[in-house]
């Protein structure tokens, strides 16, 4: 099955790819000598990768935020909401998923769709995944963490209006459910659960190149593929987990910084990351988190 779902999304897929099943293989001691034989080969084509010049058109940014406070939804999410539609304008495409985090923000999205249609499945997949959670006693409504409520995200309305901060103003220019590949450059909205680790493995799989994460309460998530680069929303956990965090925008709320100022520092830090002339924290701490949606009720 999975051989045949990659070949749908990529007809010509030619990176290393191997499939081991002990069944077919034979005894254990066997399948783990031939996975690591095939391992090592792997890594030797890997290792033939060279960096190349290429257009900032070429990048794509997966948006996500965790741990969530009161004040992401006017700090950190705008900021990096104005550097996704920096990059639009580049030609550049980004990712803004989290569809249980859009509870409360469909009309305000689905306006901004360019095509009929979109908007549509839009409140379709919307619609689906709440019916979903409802049928096992749970909901969008049910959605703040007990973290985020006490720290001022008291509903998913307040939650939904923040976190949508993260995909500025630039029209959407396709809907895609899970695990659809981005195709267009612009917004896409990609169907995935809130959860960080799962989200972000999402956008990574539909194409992100790097994922700007917004933090208020402090976040160690990473991706074995794309890094991910840790946004904290105030001042306070900048100073306290400097360990695991990249970029500060707490300047904002404290008036020393406009929203557009840290959007094109965002970009510029991206642009770096993207280079290889920085590393974020959650590669130098071997942060390789990887969860697939399994399409049960995950908020």
């Given amino acids: 099955m999975l051989q045949v779902e990659i070949k749908k999304r990529a007809s010509e897929f030619s990176k290393p790819l191997y499939v081991l099943e002990e069944q077919v293989i034979g005894s254990e001691t066997d399948m783990l000598s031939e996975a690591l034989k095939c391992t090592f080969a792997g890594l030797m084509q890997a290792n033939q990768c060279e960096r190349a010049p ?24 705008p900021a990096i909401g104005y550097t996704s539609d920096l990059l639009v304008a580049l030609g550049g495409s980004v990712i803004l998923a989290e569809f249980p985090e859009l509870c409360g923000v469909e009309q305000d999205l689905s306006d901004r769709c360019l095509e009929t249609d979109d908007a549509e499945r839009f409140f379709l997949l919307m619609k689906t995944y709440n019916s979903r959670a409802m049928a096992v006693g749970s909901g969008f409504d049910m959605n703040p963490s007990p973290g985020n409520i006490k720290d001022g995200l008291i509903t998913d309305a307040i939650k939904s209006a923040g976190a949508a901060k993260k995909g500025g103003t630039s029209p959407v220019v396709a809907v895609l459910d899970y695990p659809e590949q981005v195709k267009r450059p612009g917004l896409n909205l990609l169907c995935t659960p809130g959860n960080d680790v799962e989200s972000t493995t999402a956008e990574v799989a539909s194409g992100a190149t790097v994922v700007l994460f917004t933090t208020g309460l402090g976040t160690p998530t990473g991706n074995p593929i794309a890094p991910v680069v840790k946004i904290a929303s105030n001042t306070k956990l900048y100073h306290k987990m400097r360990d695991i965090i990249d970029i500060n925008t707490g300047a904002i709320t404290e008036g020393t910084e406009t929203i557009q100022q840290a959007g094109e520092r965002i970009l510029d830090y991206v642009i770096a990351v993207a280079s290889g002339e920085e590393e974020v924290a959650a590669v130098r701490h071997g942060q390789d988190d990887f969860i697939p949606w399994k399409r049960g009720v995950s908020l």
């Fill in 54 to 77: 290429a257009p900032l058109s070429k990048l794509c940014i997966g948006l996500e935020c965790g741990g969530s406070d009161g004040f992401s939804g006017i700090s950190a999410n």
